[in-house]
């Protein structure tokens, strides 16, 4: 069959070298059906027992999650969405993703009021200012955490998934118009598989891991903004009330997501704001760096619209006057 031992070997080793690829593809293909679907208590919303006591300068990491930014070492660059993003390791070897933009500020602002409100999030710090060895020195970076203890396992769809039918769910929709969150898509979602630290039980927890669309104005491509107090301040909240349906205003993406809200909803979001005091609420926007006067703004903005959810109909008839 072969002329000489020369060939017979050029032939085997052929053979075992085209057999190397499809083993490790076989091995690759066993690993993905090894992988075990994480299982979990799927979370969504704990009713906040100790709300007027929440720390919204600290949010859910707390002191003990706080960075130490003495030394942050670069790792590497994460690709994708509007803000430039570096994976980053700081002093105590923990790892974060620093987020560098315009949206670092309404993203820690709006986490900390979803926290506060009972809704799990990224446990995330703003630091004023940063210097990322061999990239530089920003001003407010948005540092978030991610623990080697916690799974990010997948996006959760705004249409699908198993809390539709919720106060807990709706409440989340009205919060996102209440802070102008343009930017409702299902990528900015997250599911994390973790441990519950007071239980010990694993939880599947579904939170809004970008929140940067914020606090500016919603509309069209031209006419949205993001992070600018002045256009939040301004913004109309509801358009109308018809029967016990609101009517909201707000033109970003997923406009659909809002129909159908009642009042009934939005008595249920007033009432857990109800819990927080204004110093809290004022804490939400300084541990994003705000500037004062900025901080004084926003809280009468979204004050006034607390109001609202209380009496969504004379909200609109006195803003008829």
């Known amino acids: 069959m072969f002329r000489n031992r020369f060939e017979y070997w050029r032939v085997l080793l052929l053979v075992m070298l085209l057999a190397l690829p499809l083993s490790a593809q076989a091995q690759d293909d066993k690993a993905k059906k090894e992988k075990k679907t994480p299982t ?52 105590k070897g923990n790892e974060w993703i620093a987020k560098l933009s315009k949206e670092s500020q309404p993203d820690t602002a709006a986490n900390r009021l979803l926290w506060a409100l009972g809704y799990p999030t990224e446990i995330a710090y703003l630091v004023p200012k940063a210097t990322i060895e061999g990239k530089g020195e920003f001003e407010n970076v948005r540092l978030e955490a991610r623990p080697k203890d916690v799974d990010r396992v997948g996006n959760w769809m705004w249409e699908n998934n198993p809390f539709q039918n919720t106060p807990e769910y709706r409440g989340l929709k009205i919060l996102m118009i209440m802070i102008n969150n343009w930017d409702m898509k299902d990528d900015n979602n997250e599911i994390l598989a973790m441990r519950n630290p007071t239980t010990g039980e694993a939880e599947l927890r579904y939170i809004i891991s970008d929140l940067g ?109």
């Open 40 to 91: 979990g208590t799927p979370v969504f919303w704990t009713e906040p027992t100790d709300i007027s006591s929440r720390n919204l300068l600290l949010g859910a990491g707390g002191e003990a999650m706080k960075p130490d930014i003495s030394k942050l070492t670069f790792i590497e660059e994460k690709t994708g969405g509007y803000s430039k993003k570096y994976r980053v390791r700081d002093a």
């Open 213 to 321: 669309g914020s606090f500016g104005k919603t509309g069209g491509f031209f006419s949205r903004s993001r992070n600018e107090p002045n256009d939040f301040a301004k913004a109309e909240f509801i358009k109308a009330v018809k029967g016990e349906v609101i009517d909201f205003n707000y033109g970003g993406k997923n406009q659909k997501l809002f129909s159908g809200i009642t009042v009934a909803d939005a008595r249920w979001l007033s009432n857990l704001f109800k819990g927080l005091s204004d110093e809290q609420i004022k804490d939400a926007f300084r541990s994003a760096n705000y500037t004062p006067e900025e901080v004084d703004l926003l809280t009468a903005a979204l004050k006034s619209r607390i109001a609202a959810l209380a009496n969504p109909a004379g909200a609109v008839a006195k803003d008829n006057k």
